[in-house]
């Protein structure tokens, strides 16, 4: 079975700074989806950025980037000039490309960002 | 884009009573739903996947007599809690696949409060 692991429970970052939010996954598989989601306070899922196993290029959705590392099996997510706005619970997720397609979640990382 | 949306949005029940929640799929046709429980400050945890037309299938753990799932339509999954107690209060989100759609595509709704008094 997959497992998806965030070994940061809290994170903080200052306005307009970057930070990193980790990610490792253990799969026996070759082809899957990786995936960041962001949990406001509202509890909406909001999908942030997906990474597809097979491509080397790592994906970048405007202030948001993450570092794929496919024999690390690491999946990092970068925040570039962090806005109030992007606080939130963060989720990393894996996909396998099975039938069922269904979402193993990390344990998540709360980001506070501080004015 | 694709929305779906869950109704109620929050639910206060009584001890032993049952409570069911709706997922619909409102612009889009969903061959499968996804129905998850979060307690508070945790992760997402997945309790079944709803197949449109045939029988859910449950995780490791979930009582299948005690959370029923239907899926009678392209648009609509049911989550029924049957004789709720308050170990069962909990945010319930469900998510919906599109129907023939890139393996990436699953939409969550906001989710449902559930309170057992």
């Known amino acids: 079975a997959q497992t998806v692991t965030q070994s940061q429970p809290e994170m903080s970052v200052q306005e307009a700074e970057t930070v990193t939010l980790s990610c490792t996954y253990d799969?026996?598989?070759?082809?899957?989806?990786l995936f960041w989601y962001k949990q406001p306070p509202s509890r909406q899922m909001i999908l942030v950025i997906r990474?597809?196993?097979?491509?080397?290029q790592n994906a970048t959705e405007n202030r948001f980037s993450v570092n794929f590392q496919k024999a690390a099996k690491s999946f990092s997510l970068k925040i570039s000039d962090s806005q109030l706005g992007d606080a939130a619970m963060y989720f990393c997720?894996?996909?396998?490309?099975?039938?069922?397609?269904?979402?193993?979640f990390g344990s998540g990382t709360q980001l506070t960002v501080l004015p | 884009g694709a929305v779906v949306s869950q109704h109620p949005s929050r639910v206060i029940c009584k001890s032993g009573t049952s409570v069911k929640i709706e997922c619909r799929s409102l612009?889009?046709?969903?061959?499968?739903m996804f129905w998850y429980r979060q307690f508070p400050k945790q992760s997402l945890m997945l309790m079944a996947t709803?197949?449109?037309?045939?029988?859910?299938?449950?995780e490791q753990g979930v009582e299948k007599d005690k959370f029923l799932i239907n899926h009678a339509s392209l648009t609509l999954s049911t989550l029924t809690v049957t004789s709720a107690h308050p170990e069962d209060s909990s945010f319930y989100i469900c998510?919906?696949?599109?129907?023939?759609?890139?393996?990436?595509?699953?939409?969550f709704g906001p989710g449902t409060r559930l309170t057992v008094t």
């Open positions: 998510s919906a696949r599109l129907a023939g759609g890139r393996s990436y595509e699953q939409y």
């Open positions: 799969t026996s598989e070759s082809d899957y989806y």
């Open positions: 990474q597809e196993a097979y491509k080397q």
């Open positions: 997720a894996y996909r396998s490309p099975g039938s069922a397609r269904q979402l193993t």
């Open positions: 612009d889009f046709q969903a061959t499968t």
């Open positions: 709803s197949n449109e037309g045939s029988k859910a299938t449950y």
